[in-house]
């Protein structure tokens, strides 16, 4: 058969254009600023050219051949610019931001998940109380419950809450966590912290109608609970929880970043990357076997079937939907390909999904889900050309091999973009998660299903020493010398030109168009220059902060590579400032990084030298102090502060995050009254300071 031309696999695309379009403009709503007073324009311009859109193909001629198309793909514009915002609690008129209650109903319509004493949930919120009369709202708010041992709340319960509901804070720090766009993403834009004995369940009983979701929940704990009976060690039950179900619990520091920093934390997600790579596994194991022209429907339906059946047990979770969604789509287009395009299902599968929910464009797991897919299937067929294997074993390895490479590929320059590191040996790291990983699935989902005891016993033994195997490599590998590549985000131009340079590459080598191949390698060239350049202009700068890491302090100097860090947290790898600043300091200080700890236990004066000058931290009025640059008070020191600082003389004074806003507000008064700069850093992002600004 006669291979098709590049001409024609476009026109077995016919949604590229309109989805091109579409997701052009989901990805361009974020970034406008719309008013009230726009999102009503943009609402009565979609009526309105979709009315011009029927007239002109209703008419004949010119004008159909040219005003249609120009009408049609503006109405695709506006139709996503109000489908994005359409639900933004702005334009939302019952939403609960624009009621101000006293007591709040609320369904929970996630997991709960509990830690340290708190409860924490997403809840949609139905109705509440203001001066005692019920009004009905509507939206989704991230719930933290201050919980005592007896109190357990479930998924689907209704309880009455009483307090404050404020908006999700932005990130406050450099490459620290965007928490706030995570939740935008889920339509969630807001979060309350109700104290001890301010709720109360309304009910808790099954209600009487269907609910599927709740049900999956269910089977999840249930599984979950015969899953730990199993296991000797918690913190492998942990493991084999995220692995098989998608529960993430407290899976400790120390294993989390055994996967992170090996390229494999997918695993762990059931994310789409996981469905994604499962699905290329047991493709291949199908490919393999030869089935009977009657038999022909086996592999799709036993395929899908376990797709969906892992999504069930998995808490239909909406990322692991979205995949299997995905997933089922190209499934289709596989089975039923008599005139399809796989790439064009996997194109509708992707545009379906935005239908249904426009800011998952944004979600990074659909993003990574949908290119580890689209490597998938745009190169196994060449890495068949360029290995043209012929016995099973080694056919079979080197697909196995290809799923975990085809993955990676597309998927890279992404991770590099939203984590800035690239895991040196992952494709050792996949080969072996992705087996044991797969293996450890098929047991769990035997132990889900075996009625005998003495079995799972012995499922359970297997289970656990899978999970330590493979725990252990992967530590190995994460402390090989430059298993981890850290490095400065790419930006959106070296993205685009990352994926510009891979595209040519499939383009020169499936259409042998050496054009494309030179296009290709000048895109390389590029990247490699532009980093380079980067690299130069940087390597000796110096770089000063003072993290907002609340009320504990953080305090770092880089230079070249190499950095100390000064700290009330009793050690680098405390959970919150990880959190907060972990992954700049690990990328400005990746060569050699001091820590210093301060005592944070009684209030206490430091004098700290770096070679910028010295930095007087402020805790007490006592005693004096000599002069200094800078100076960061703290712990709502204001008596005595006016002589000290006279006496010190600084250049600024940083109010950090350990004094209330009262306070902070009343000193900077003090501060401009002595004609001295300060920075409040109380609900504010860390100090940032470059030489080259200056």
């Known amino acids: 058969m006669r291979e098709l031309n590049f001409q024609q696999r476009l026109e077995r695309m016919p949604i590229l254009k309109i989805a ?92 709960p998940k509990k830690k340290q004493g708190i409860i924490r949930f997403s809840a949609e919120l139905q109705g509440g109380y203001s001066k005692g009369k019920f009004i009905s709202v509507s939206g989704i708010a991230k719930i933290a419950l201050k919980s005592g041992v007896e109190d357990h709340v479930r998924f689907g319960d209704r309880l009455c809450l009483k307090g404050s509901l404020q908006e999700i804070p932005r990130p406050f720090n450099p490459l620290e966590f965007d928490y706030r766009e995570y939740l935008k993403r889920n339509h969630i834009f807001h979060q309350m912290f109700v104290q001890a004995g301010h709720y109360s369940i309304v009910y808790s009983q099954t209600p009487t109608s269907f609910d599927i979701i709740r049900v999956a929940q269910r089977t999840r704990r249930y599984f979950l609970t015969k899953l730990r009976n199993h296991f000797k060690d918690e913190k492998y039950f942990m493991i084999a929880a995220a692995l098989l179900y998608g529960f993430r619990g407290d899976i400790g520091t120390e294993n989390l970043e055994a996967f992170t920093n090996t390229g494999t934390i997918h695993v762990l997600s059931v994310s789409g990357m996981h469905v994604a790579v499962l699905f290329g596994f047991l493709s291949l194991l199908f490919k393999r076997i030869p089935w009977p022209l009657k038999l022909v429907w086996v592999p799709f339906v036993i395929i899908a079937s376990i797709i969906w059946i892992y999504t069930f047990v998995a808490g239909l979770d909406p990322p692991i939907v979205r995949a ?25 599968a992707a545009v379906v999904i935005l239908l249904i929910d426009p800011r998952t464009i944004l979600d990074i797991g659909f993003q990574l889900s949908f290119l580890a897919v689209l490597g998938i299937l745009l190169f196994l067929p060449i890495f068949e050309k360029l290995i043209p294997w012929k016995k099973p074993i080694y056919k079979f390895l080197r697909d196995t091999l290809g799923v975990s490479i085809a993955a990676q590929i597309l998927t890279t320059p992404l991770a590099l973009y939203y984590f800035g590191q690239f895991p040196t040996y992952f494709l050792i790291a996949n080969l072996l998660v992705d087996l044991p990983s797969t293996l450890a ?22 289970l656990e020493h899978i999970i330590i195997f493979m725990l252990s490599c992967l530590k190995f590998i994460a402390h090989l010398s430059f298993s981890t590549i850290k490095v400065n985000s790419l930006g959106l131009g070296l993205l685009f030109l990352s994926y510009f340079a891979i595209f040519s590459f499939i383009y020169a080598f499936q259409w042998k168009d050496k054009r494309y191949g030179w296009l290709a390698f000048l895109c390389l060239i590029g990247i490699v220059l532009i980093n380079g350049q980067h690299w130069l202009n940087n390597r000796d700068i110096e770089q000063f902060r003072v993290y907002n890491t609340k009320k504990e302090l953080t305090i770092g100097y880089f230079k070249g590579g190499s950095g100390i860090v000064y700290s009330t947290f009793d050690s680098l790898h405390a959970g919150a400032l990880q959190y907060a600043c972990g992954r700049e300091i690990q990328l400005l200080g990746k060569k050699d990084l001091q820590f210093v700890a301060l005592d944070d236990r009684k209030r206490e004066n430091y004098i700290l030298t770096i070679p910028l000058g010295k930095i007087v931290v402020l805790e007490h009025s006592g005693g004096t102090m000599p002069r200094a640059d800078l100076v960061i008070v703290r712990k709502n020191l204001s008596y005595g502060l006016a002589r000290l600082i006279k006496d010190i003389a600084p250049r600024l004074v940083i109010l950090d995050g350990s004094n209330s806003m009262a306070k902070s507000l009343l000193t900077q008064q003090v501060l401009d009254s002595l004609g001295v700069k300060s920075y409040l850093m109380k609900d504010n992002f860390a100090y940032v300071w470059n030489k080259e600004s200056l």
């Not at 999102?39 to 193909?57: D, E, H, N, P, R």
């Not at 995905?326 to 005139?339: A, D, E, P, T, W």
């Not at 699935?441 to 297997?462: H, Q, V």
Request: aromatic share 20%; hydrophobic share 50%.
């Open 324 to 348: 299997a969604i995905m997933i089922s789509f190209v499934l289709c287009g596989q089975h039923f390909k008599r005139n399809m395009s796989t790439l064009n299902v996997l194109l509708v």
């Open 441 to 462: 699935m098929y047991i769990g989902f035997a132990m889900t299903i075996n009625p005998f005891a003495w079995l799972n016993e012995i499922f359970g033994y297997l």
């Open 20 to 111: 091109s379009v579409y997701i052009f403009t989901l990805l361009l709503a974020p970034r406008l600023s719309i008013s009230a007073h726009l999102f009503q324009s943009v609402k009565y311009g979609l009526f309105a050219m979709t009315a011009i859109s029927i007239c002109c193909y209703l008419l004949r001629g010119s004008i159909r051949q040219y005003a249609y198309p120009f009408a049609y793909y503006f109405v695709v514009l506006l139709f996503g610019i109000w489908q994005y915002w359409h639900n933004d609690p702005l334009f939302v008129p019952n939403h609960f931001s624009h009621f101000k209650l006293e007591k709040y109903v609320a369904k929970i319509v996630e997991e």
